[in-house]
């Protein structure tokens, strides 16, 4: 019997052992709509949810968690069944995403857990921009990030969009703005974005001054419109 206990209390501490690590490398993520109208709120992974303005929507991806992304769409019409279409980030015409969503859109980006716990996060305007927003940890780090200038009224002419500013590699799909050998540097457009927002990622090989850490288990808050 003793033999049996002492297993039975070893595979109790066992599991106290991975519920705490569990708790502790999860992060809770509070999205909030400051904004004056209404915007629909998107999380790969997490769904969405229209966000009236003050309202807020909480999600809690788990520990490990990458390649994630929160942003706001903007002018959406859905049906009963949670299908329509966005004006900007529209993610296959689904009030619930699965899929990221189209530019342009302002983007957090995060990935849980990663070298040494560390937790990494950023702005991109990558797929360009469509709301300011602020990505900021609530406790145990002290380093946000905002991008709030007024890219949507100051965006040139050629990257204009309803809604929303474009990144030049959605209107010119050339390798001088997306990057896609890998090989790429700053351009006059990826500055007028830079020169704005200095945190945040103006094109694909922009890491040095655009990705920021925090400890593993810290939680977070994304506001649309700060």
Not at 61 to 79: E, L, M, Q, S, V
């Amino acid at each position: 019997m003793g033999f049996l206990k002492s297993i039975s209390i070893s595979i109790f501490i066992f599991s106290l052992v991975s519920l705490f690590f569990h708790y502790t490398g999860a992060a809770t993520f509070e999205i909030r709509n400051n904004c004056p109208f209404t915007v629909w709120a998107a999380a790969v992974p997490g769904g969405g949810m229209q966000l009236n303005s003050g309202q807020t929507w909480t999600i809690n991806p788990g520990a490990g968690t990458k390649g994630a992304r929160i942003w706001a769409r903007t002018g959406c019409n859905f049906d009963g069944s949670g299908r329509g279409k966005c004006q900007t980030g529209d993610c296959n015409g689904l009030l619930q995403c699965q899929a990221y969503g189209a530019p342009p859109n302002t983007l957090a980006e995060y990935a849980l857990n990663q070298f040494s716990n560390l937790d990494f996060f950023d702005i991109s305007l990558v797929d360009g921009f469509n709301v300011p927003m602020d990505f900021s940890p609530t406790g145990g780090c002290a380093r946000g990030i905002r991008c709030t200038a007024d890219i949507n009224g100051q965006c040139p002419n050629e990257l204009k969009a309803p809604d929303g500013c474009n990144n030049p590699c959605t209107v010119y799909k050339t390798n001088e703005y997306c990057c896609n050998s890998g090989d790429c540097v700053p351009t006059n457009y990826s500055k007028f974005f830079k020169d704005r927002c200095p945190d945040a990622y103006s094109y694909p090989k922009d890491d040095q001054t655009s990705t920021f850490t925090c400890p593993g288990g810290t939680n977070y808050r994304v506001v649309f419109c700060p």
